[in-house]
């Protein structure tokens, strides 16, 4: 089970061995690694060389180190998309030959208030829609939703027919059409309200997504708040120097 020696940082082979094992079910998510002392012994490498790879695996996601617990493999993400596309979260579930679904928390209207009115370019008599859903893949929920637009931009049935996404309910009509999305990116970590929704553990960190979706005339369709099981999604961004 040693390393075998080539041209390379020992530590880099180490890298390769461990993710080797992890993609071959040797080691599988979420299980607790050996401890340093075993996992070098097994290797064939001092333990120092085994820090600077659990280091770096660690940056990459790859593992997780729990002070005083152990070392755990962190679970692939399902589903990956850059930041750059909009998309909506039923056709990323889609993506990956997956079956998405929606369990529908709340759905109230209400009175839009000043900073609203003043946002979506509404009038006081427009009926605001507030809604908290929870996105499922294969049943299983992975994204909890809280969405605000005005109510008479989806159609009445849009709340009951609950197979029908958001964005494709916007523009049912053919009078909205989202264009592009303002997105603000936070990483929490134990969310007592979302994370029970998601049947998350204190282990499972969350990434949030507040987002403002504006049509092709610049203006305010959509109101986003979403919570991402970090575990299950990653998205990444392309980056072009200037």
Known sequence: MTIRTDHRHLYLQVIDRLKTDIDTG??????????????????????????EALRLLEEDNVIVRRHGVG??????????????????????????????GTLLLRADESTPSEKEIESFGCTEETKMLTLERVRTADGNPVVYCIDKLPAHYVPKDFVENKETSLFSALEQSGAIRVAYAVTYIDPVGYHEEASPILRCGSETALLVLKQHHYDENDRLVLLSKNYFRADKFSFHVVRKRV
């Open 26 to 51: 040797v080691f599988k998510e979420n299980e607790k690694l050996p401890s340093e002392f075993e996992l070098s012994k097994s290797l064939g490498v001092s333990r120092a060389t085994l820090r």
């Open 71 to 100: 070392t755990f493999v962190n679970p692939k993400p399902l589903f990956t998309s850059g930041i750059e596309q909009l998309s909506s979260i039923s056709s990323m579930i889609e993506a990956v030959n997956m079956s998405p």
